[in-house]
């Protein structure tokens, strides 16, 4: 069965795929990275998919405070760091991933 992840809450996931993207570790200070899911565009409650997420250090993700930690003050730390989306496609870009599923990607297609 195949799910829309913006009318289920079950979400796609793919472990390998997250395990390469902190293993590039964090996109602002390359330290350690911990996986940021990335929301813009997703529905209230739901989490993006797993090919939406970006590698953040923990103290850029959640321990940095206001304007460090995206979690803490997304449009201060996009402000600082440019944009969720941005860093999306860097790190498919780091990633080799071919524009064809970056296009799918983007439109929320993970078949």
Known sequence: MKLNPKRSKKRITDKDYLDAVAALGCCLCSHNA????????????????????????????????YGIAIEMGR?????????EEYWLEWTWAQLEIPEEQKEKWRNRNYE
């Open 75 to 83: 449009k201060a730390w996009e402000k600082a760091n440019r944009t």
């Open 34 to 65: 911990t996986i940021h899911h990335v929301h813009a565009g997703e529905g209230m409650g739901l989490r993006a998919a797993d090919y939406r997420s970006i590698p953040l250090c923990p103290r850029h993700h959640q321990h940095g405070g």
